[in-house]
């Protein structure tokens, strides 16, 4: 396979998770906005980020409640989930506008999705801005999930969660397992240690 260098660099061809994000301030409605740019810092503690532009309505938002909550959609909800991703909680009251039903956190103001299998509250640590977007960098402080996610053993089972990534301007599914993480120790020649 021959590579080439490309002139204009582009970083949308990496798969991207998919989520709702919900803030909610004292003064406003609780919002939601869709995030593509999201991911795990750290396990110990547990730290995550998202990424919002400074322009879009919920960074203002962000900035004053320091809080937020992570909601996994399921592909079930792939259409609202898009429609929050295009239209300002300026002017449209997403829940309303969507049938998407707000439940109460346990610790921050933000609301749960319902419809999402899994929430995650988190509490903004640090605020960081690397150019086009600022990154909310939170610490986990509650996660909740759906028992309908869950197998016999109690442990999460991603099958049924059927989680969604963005890529290319794209929602695409996860597909199948592939592997289990160490799976390649065995069967593979010729690899370093």
């Not at 992570?70 to 079930?76: C, L, Q, T």
């Not at 960081?128 to 986990?140: A, P, T, W």
């Not at 929602?171 to 065995?186: H, I, Q, T």
């Amino acid at each position: 396979m021959s590579k080439r260098i490309v002139e204009k660099l582009n970083i949308s061809p990496l798969p991207e998770p998919t989520v709702l994000v919900t803030v909610k301030t004292n003064d406003k409605s609780p919002n939601i906005i869709t995030i593509a740019w999201t991911g795990v810092f750290s396990v110990h503690p547990n730290i995550v980020y998202i990424a919002v532009h400074p322009a879009r309505y919920s960074n203002s938002m962000l900035r004053e409640s320091m809080e937020y909550v992570i909601n996994i959609p399921s592909d079930n909800i792939a259409k609202t989930v898009d429609y929050c991703g295009i239209v300002s909680g300026k002017n449209v009251n997403k829940f309303l506008e969507t049938g998407l039903t707000p439940i109460p956190a346990s610790i921050v103001k933000a609301p749960l999705i319902k419809e999402c299998l899994i929430n995650m509250e988190c509490k903004v640590k640090d605020i960081l801005n690397y150019g086009s977007h600022d990154i909310f960098v939170g610490e986990m402080v509650a996660v909740h999930y759906d028992e309908a996610v869950l197998n016999e053993n109690g442990s999460l089972d991603v099958e049924k969660i059927k989680p969604y990534g963005y890529t290319l301007g794209e929602y695409r599914s996860m597909g199948e397992k592939l592997g289990v993480a160490g799976y390649s120790k065995s069967g593979i020649k010729n690899r370093e240690n």
